[in-house]
Every structure is written in C-alpha cells, then in structure tokens.
C-alpha cells in the first residue's frame, strides 16, 4: 500500500509517470523503508497506464462489493411489519446501554 500511496503522492505532486526511483527516494526520504521486490511488483502493474483509469476501474470494482448499510435493508425488508421491526431495534438500545454502563463497572477508564 506504501508504494501505491508514494506513487499517487508524486502523481499528484505533477509526476506522469514517476519511476521505482522515485518511489523510493520519497519513502526513504519519509524514513520508511522499501522492499525492492514489493515495489518492482507495483510498478510492474502500474506500467503503462493512466492512473486516473487505474483509480476508475477500482472505483467499479468497490461498487460491487456489499457494505453493511445495504445488507441490513435487506434483511429488514423480508416480511417484517413497521410495528415488529421497531421492537428489536428497542432491545438493541437497551443492550447497548447496558454493555456501556458494565464498563463503568470496571473502575477504571481508557482516558484516565
């Protein structure tokens, strides 16, 4: 992900085509280190083409992949009344308070 992000850096920093040089000259500069066969696989795979169309063809592929928000509509809508569906959504604030104060319990905090 390093070598992705350090290419799209220079790409936006005004770099077309920036080389596996720069690449590691901006990681190393940034104090991180390169794995030479990690960085000439990226570049094999970026070689040639338009990053704007690489960052598009990912875009699509994202689009298919289900998020949470859809999955729980979906699961929602299979039959239940408004009624019936408002009720476990109750039960599941109430567990949710309930989970919170039993870390109150505990005599300590995260922030203390």
Do not use: C, H, W
């Not at 220079?10 to 500069?29: E, F, Q, Y």
Request: proline share 3%; net charge negative; glycine share 14%.
């Amino acid at each position: 992900m390093r070598y992705v992000a350090a290419y799209l850096l220079l790409s936006l920093g005004g770099n077309d085509s920036p080389s596996a040089k720069d690449i590691k000259k901006l990681l190393t500069s940034a104090g991180v280190g390169v794995d030479e066969e990690k960085l000439k696989f990226v570049m094999s795979q970026l070689e040639g083409k338009d990053i704007n169309e690489v960052l598009a063809a990912g875009a699509e592929k994202l689009a298919s992949v289900p998020s949470g928000g859809a999955a729980a509509a979906s699961g929602g809508a299979g039959g239940a009344t408004a009624g019936g569906a408002s009720a476990p959504a109750a039960e599941e604030k109430k567990e949710e308070s309930e989970e919170e104060e039993s870390d109150d319990d505990m005599g300590f905090s995260l922030f203390d």
